[in-house]
């Protein structure tokens, strides 16, 4: 019998059928639907009182030019193998979404190999990313610690730091109280703060660590927060120490952040790198996203603009920044730049670096002007989330 689908929350019985599937879908268990159990949603799809479909979903904050955005983070989800290729990945995507933005969640924010099924459904990638392996030897004899001091643990000054960096970058959670302690306990994570004889902690290091098969370990960074140029040095410089034991330092996908400090520093350019699929991020509702983000302080400007609504319809939207806030209202004039939902996300996310890059994107702009100013405004921060869920 072709049993009708329907989706909906999960309650405990449901939780532990998605538990099954997932393990079934994936191919090995997925510890996070138990370890965020007390903090994500559960949304899943029912075919016959039986769990084909369903995924977590986080409400986060996100920072986007300094400010916190409530966002919807949707991770470890999947359709039963065989229900794929009937098209259910976007109804239960959509039933995802629906409990996080009743809550508040104006943007969302996924990591997915899928790329082509989450750009048909709005989300675009505004950067790559790339985990990196560098020979721990190297690292020895290109940097040093200067006068830093390294000290072992996690301190309420460490978390600090952490949340005052997030806040200089397009993308990473704002992390709630009960993140730190997830990550710890599923990574195993160990934690060295550096400072500088009598002043604060200037960089915070998380890295695991797994016996090689054969000798040694393998060492895999997973935050990499570093206040200073000198800071980075000294943080790389103490990963060099770990030569007799590592062969390689490897930083996990996204977590070395997109400044030169390493590749500039290295004596020999003999790092590797590997792409992952990216993060990719979709505007839920443009006006909220766009009065919550920071903006410039000395921008002031007013720009017509053309947004895709997702139904193949076009609104025009006058843009206003004036003194550190934004707003969008609807209006009858022509606009100068036109987006696409995708490429509203990713201008959003200060991944166009250039008028270049937009217009190689497919940004369509009649005033040059205005394409730069919009550029302008929201490149002041890069776009990166070292951030996983």
Not at 331 to 348: I, K, S
């Amino acid at each position: 019998m072709d049993w009708p689908l329907t989706f909906a929350p999960a309650d405990d019985g449901l939780w532990e059928q998605y538990d099954q599937l997932a393990t079934r879908a994936y191919g090995h268990p997925i510890s996070d639907i138990n370890h965020l159990r007390a903090h994500a949603d559960l949304q899943v799809a029912l075919r016959g009182g039986r769990v084909v479909a369903g995924g977590l979903g986080l409400l986060v904050d996100q920072f986007f030019g300094g400010a916190p955005v409530p966002s919807a983070c949707l991770g470890d989800g999947c359709v039963a193998p065989e229900e794929r290729g009937g098209h259910l990945a976007a109804g239960m995507t959509a039933a995802r979404l629906r409990p996080l933005t009743e809550r508040g969640a104006v943007i969302s924010a996924i990591t997915t190999s899928s790329t082509g099924y989450a750009r048909r459904l709005g989300w675009e990638a505004p950067v790559d990313v790339l985990a990196w392996s560098i020979a721990t030897d190297d690292l020895k004899r290109s940097f040093t610690s200067e006068d830093f001091e390294i000290e072992h643990g996690l301190t309420e000054e460490g978390e600090a730091l952490q949340r005052h960096l997030a806040r200089q970058w397009n993308g990473p959670i704002c992390r709630p109280a009960w993140w730190t302690k997830w990550k710890q306990s599923k990574n195993t994570l160990t934690t060295y703060r550096f400072a500088r004889p009598g002043h604060p902690t200037a960089g915070l290091l998380n890295l695991a660590t797994q016996r090689h098969e054969r000798h040694g370990m393998s060492l895999t960074v997973h935050d990499f927060w570093a206040a200073s140029q000198p800071a980075a040095g000294a943080m790389l410089a103490f990963l060099g120490r770990h030569s007799t034991r590592a062969r390689a330092i490897t930083f996990r996908r996204g977590a070395l952040p997109p400044y030169p400090t390493l590749l500039h520093g290295l004596r020999h350019h003999r790092a590797a790198a590997e792409a992952w699929h990216p993060w990719m991020l979709r505007v839920l509702n443009a006006p909220d996203a766009i009065r919550l983000r920071g903006w410039p302080a000395d921008l002031t400007t007013a720009i017509p603009i053309e947004i895709e609504d997702g139904t193949g319809a076009w609104g025009r939207w006058m843009l206003r920044i004036e003194g550190g806030a934004a707003e969008i209202a609807p209006t009858r004039v022509e606009g100068q730049v036109t987006f696409t939902r995708r490429q509203l996300a990713v201008w959003y996310a200060g991944g166009y670096r250039s008028t270049t890059s937009a217009r190689m994107a497919g940004v369509h702009a009649v005033s040059e002007k205005a394409l730069a100013t919009l550029i302008g405004s929201t490149a002041q921060f890069e776009p990166w989330l070292p951030d996983h869920f």
